[in-house]
């Protein structure tokens, strides 16, 4: 079982490069970049996906440390890395990911009624003041 074990390790631990990945990574972000709709559902999706495989009771199949999670967020369209723990517990596989350098305030939703309400939003922030908290020492 020991051999067996060992085995599975090294199959996982290869990984095969696919030339047209980077052309299908291009696409589904360039899609992406078109509605802010489409980022929000697809960090939806990742975070729902890593929570799910982080959390799911065969943990000694479905192992969080073997997957590429940059890669993978990348797969899922994703535009910048959402902030949760599970991301943070797995640094070492957030290396592959590349942040798309993209101006958030004027990246758009689609869909013109939640577009203004974002427009809306982001006025009524700027006229609130801001309140600056002390950090703990």
């Known amino acids: 079982i020991k051999d067996e074990m060992q ?24 899609i992406v970049k078109t509605d802010r709709d489409l980022h929000d559902r697809s960090i939806k999706a990742f975070v729902s996906w890593a929570r799910s495989y982080s959390k799911h009771e065969a943990s000694y199949i479905f192992r969080v440390k073997d997957i590429n999670l940059g890669q993978l967020a990348m797969g899922f369209g994703l535009l910048k890395l959402p902030k949760m723990p599970e991301l943070k517990q797995q640094q070492q596989n957030l290396n592959t990911f590349i942040e798309e350098q993209i101006d958030w305030n004027s990246y758009k939703y689609s869909d013109k009624m939640r577009e203004a309400k974002r427009q809306r939003e982001m ?14 020492s």
């Open 123 to 136: 006025t009524e922030q700027k006229e609130k003041p801001q309140i600056q908290l002390k950090k703990k």
């Open 7 to 30: 085995a599975d390790e090294k199959a996982t631990s290869v990984q095969v490069q696919d030339p047209s990945l980077s052309k299908f990574i291009t696409d589904i972000r360039s």
